[in-house]
């Protein structure tokens, strides 16, 4: 029998770099690049959800961003437009999405980190190390407390990428396990009985469906989070 995780194999299509997961970003992009082509004074049912998710995303950004939010509205909704594009469409074409592999996630993580440290050095200059040093801390505690700060700080792309494809890996992981049980099931007895695991089966697709929209949502939150640190120090 094989592995389960021979489901998130990387399949190479024509080189090392052109893989199934590229594809699958590459038509993400292409999918809203035509959806986004056009727009109607009477919205059809997807550009009302789209308006619907830039709604809900405006009004959280600018409680967390203050008046300084104008500008990162657009970048962050597409970031969560993105990842919940290929979370839905790797799910339904391959049964799993790209970002169960940590080297995207980690990669995409990492590119907001390094953003957000870049923001609050232009935004603070040398005065946003002050952000490691919490306020009103004793003085005494000051050197452990910026090693702290710092190792927190350090591990906040790991922590984000990993988050994302350890949720997704092990909820498909599970997933793949009750179809497998619930398919020899049926291949081997007909009770009625059998029917209970396909229940499970359509009850934990949805399920996942649901932790595909959570991840996403989360990610970019974080993401968001971290940012308000290199626009207000605290």
């Known amino acids: 029998m094989t592995s389960y ?27 809203y690049m035509v959806i986004n082509s ?24 600018k409680e ?15 970031l969560f437009m993105f990842i919940l594009g290929i979370n839905l469409l790797g799910f339904f074409l391959y049964t ?3 970002t169960t592999h940590i080297s995207l996630t980690f990669g995409m993580a990492l590119s907001v980190w390094v953003g957000v440290i870049i923001l609050g050095f232009k935004n603070f200059k040398s005065s946003f190390f002050s952000m490691f040093m919490p306020t009103g801390a004793p003085l005494g505690l000051a050197p452990l407390l910026v090693i702290i700060e710092i190792a927190s700080n350090i591990s906040r792309p790991v922590a984000l990428g990993m988050r994302l494809a ?39 697709t949805i399920l996942e469906i649901g932790v595909l929209v959570i991840q996403a949502y989360v990610f970019t939150l974080l993401s968001m989070i971290y940012l308000r640190d290199s626009i207000a120090l605290h």
């Open 96 to 98: 799993f999405p790209s």
């Open 5 to 31: 995780f021979d489901h998130f194999i990387v399949t190479k299509i024509l080189t090392a770099y052109i893989t199934d997961s590229l594809l699958i970003l590459l038509l993400v992009l292409v999918l």
């Open 38 to 61: 056009n727009y109607y004074i009477i919205p059809s049912r997807i550009q009302s959800l789209i308006e619907i998710i830039i709604d809900h995303w405006t009004t959280v950004v």
């Open 64 to 78: 967390n961003l203050g008046d300084k939010s104008e500008f990162y509205i657009l970048p962050l909704t597409s």
């Open 166 to 204: 350890a949720n997704l890996t092990a909820g498909h992981i599970l997933l793949a396990i009750l179809a497998d049980f619930g398919c020899k099931l049926l291949f081997y007895s007909y009770s009625i009985a059998n029917l209970f695991p396909i229940l499970i089966i359509i009850f934990m």
